[in-house]
């Protein structure tokens, strides 16, 4: 058995006794006599040093101390280090100071000019018995430590796992429908000005005279895929905060469950009877559904592109999650499609409303009917009766023209910058015969463009063609001036060159192909609110504008991390 500790109480809250160059028995001598510890005491703190040692030191000092004070015979020491304080009389060196001792009274485990601690204690200092249960404790924590890094691992692999599943689920599975009071079709719902105190304003480009009219307040755009909609977007998300609009938005994601049918059930904070002033969110149009939630006088409007240059553009940024084109091989994949579209096309395969007729998909149709079906020519009908603008990609500011013209709105509301363009790098320039190919491939679309490109000259003959030049001219030289005053270098820029994460657009899945924008630094305060306005892409905006995105944030969260 070890001798007990000396001093009066015999328990001592001290500091592990550092070795001389010699031996502890030659540190002792120098020391004073009420100071020097027990023989059992100097071999705990060996112990308890070499343990630290041994298991990475301070990470594992508490569990070391624990093994030192098992080591020392089965009686329990609380041991414990500390500085003497300045002027304390230990000069900086560890002390020793018994519980019963008298405060001002410091016993110090060393003398003035005692050498440096040497390096610690080998295995020799210990016997048999101690080596082998101490190698038992320190290989007992090394396996639980495994063990909790291994529980660890599992939990964050689980989380993750959980997360892809239930963004799986929330992207696969529309929304659980469930039945709606049908309620009238009320005549105006803004929130501010009501439409029938609007005030009016004197619209340029109304008529040749120059009218007085009542901007429009209640607007339908139905947002087509790869048409410049981000742009168009952004437009009505302006014009909707200044006049402080009510929004139809999705919830927990960009887009109404597209390629799901709209439902009014899938509207954020939606609830019977509820009105709306603008609905501009992807969707797969349902004239039935929309119409019930706008009031009666709202204005429908959408916009189409070249079917070939549509089905080029939309064939490159979403065939990543097109698994028909995973089986493509070489460089030009486009061209190889084309060149036999049926071998790999499937129209009940995943994601295949991409590769054929996405406009007629879009607005509501089967895109995968006899491009010579009599239904192709009604459907064309219908939609030309429903919207009372078709605007078009090839004659955007042409289109923008009209727009303000039909809402009665001023020029400042029409003005942007173009959005979501990609790098000449990405884009495939066709050649006339693959040109040939993809409208031929995109017929019903392709029908669907030549009827709305010869209404759209009709409107600009109504409208004028000098005084839509004249228009468009000064559309033109706006945008530029704000582009001078806005935009950092005034042009756009890589996403790696990007300086502001709230202006970096959405990414196809695999490459970062979008251009964005940078900021000017200094922009005068007149302008300051309109520029960010203008160049915040499509996320960011309806974050701003509290839209819950949950699900396209946690599927954004996911990409990064797998740097998707």
Not at 528 to 550: A, F, H, S
Request: hydrophobic share 35%.
């Amino acid at each position: 058995m070890p001798r007990q500790a000396r001093g009066a109480g015999g328990l001592f809250v001290g500091s592990v006794i550092q070795p001389a160059a010699g031996s502890t028995a030659s540190l002792d001598r120098r020391m004073p006599k009420q100071c020097r510890g027990s023989r059992s005491e100097r071999e705990l703190g060996e112990a308890m040093l070499l343990l630290q040692l041994l298991n990475g030191g301070a990470r594992l000092g508490g569990a070391a101390l624990g093994f030192a004070l098992q080591l020392g015979g089965g009686r329990s020491r609380l041991l414990g280090s500390a500085r003497s304080p300045s002027g304390g009389g230990c000069h900086g060196h560890e002390w020793r100071v018994p519980l019963s001792r008298r405060r001002g009274q410091p016993c110090c485990n060393a003398v003035a000019g005692a050498p440096e601690p040497p390096e610690p204690p080998t295995f020799r200092a210990f016997g048999k018995r101690r080596q082998r249960r101490a190698a038992g404790q320190v290989t007992r924590m090394l396996h639980h430590g495994k063990h909790w890094r291994s529980m660890c691992k599992g939990l964050v692999l689980g989380t993750l796992l959980t997360s892809f599943m239930l963004l799986l689920y929330s992207y696969a599975i529309p929304p659980l429908q469930v039945s709606v009071t049908e309620i009238p079709v009320p005549s105006s719902c803004s929130s501010y000005p009501a439409p029938g105190k609007a005030p009016a304003v004197a619209n340029g480009t109304g008529s040749p005279s120059g009218r007085s009219c009542l901007p429009k307040l209640n607007i339908m755009f139905m947002k087509t895929h790869k048409t410049a909609s981000s742009t168009i977007l952004n437009i009505l998300f302006r014009f909707g905060e200044k006049h402080r609009l009510k929004f139809a938005f999705p919830n927990g994601r960009n887009d109404f469950y597209y390629p799901s049918y709209f439902e009014r059930s899938q509207v954020q904070h939606y609830r019977p009877g509820a009105c709306f002033n603008i609905i501009c969110n992807h969707m797969r149009f349902h004239y039935e559904e929309v119409r019930k939630l706008l009031p009666a006088d709202a204005t429908f409007v959408t916009v189409l592109r070249d079917p070939a240059y549509l089905f080029e553009s939309s064939f490159h940024y979403f065939g990543r999650v097109i698994p028909l084109t995973w089986k493509l091989t070489g460089e030009d994949k486009l061209a190889e499609f084309l060149r036999d579209p049926w071998h790999y096309y499937d129209p009940n395969g995943f994601n295949a409303h991409y590769l054929q007729n996405l406009l007629f998909f879009d607005l509501g149709y089967d895109n995968n009917m006899n491009a010579n079906s009599p239904l192709v020519e009604e459907h064309i009908q219908e939609i030309d009766r429903r919207f009372h603008l078709v605007m078009l990609l090839e004659y955007f500011d042409e289109s923008l023209v009209l727009l303000k013209d039909l809402l009665c709105w001023q020029l400042e509301d029409v003005l942007y910058f173009k959005l979501n363009a990609r790098k000449g790098s990405t884009v495939s320039w066709l050649t006339p015969e693959l040109y040939e190919k993809a409208t031929s491939w995109n017929l019903i679309d392709a029908k669907l463009y030549r009827y709305f490109n010869a209404t759209f000259w009709r409107k600009v003959e109504a409208y004028g063609r000098e005084r839509m030049a004249k228009d468009v001219a000064e559309l033109q030289r706006e945008n530029e001036k704000m582009k001078s005053i806005c935009i950092d270098g005034g042009h756009p820029v890589d996403a790696s060159a990007i300086q502001e994460s709230s202006m970096q657009p959405w990414q196809p899945l695999g490459e970062k192909s979008i251009l964005g924008y940078n900021l000017k630094k200094k922009i005068n305060k007149k302008h300051q609110k309109l520029c960010r306005k203008m160049l915040t892409p499509e996320i960011q905006y309806l974050t701003d504008l509290g839209v819950n995105l949950w699900i396209t944030k946690l599927w954004s969260r996911i990409r990064d991390f797998l740097k998707w």
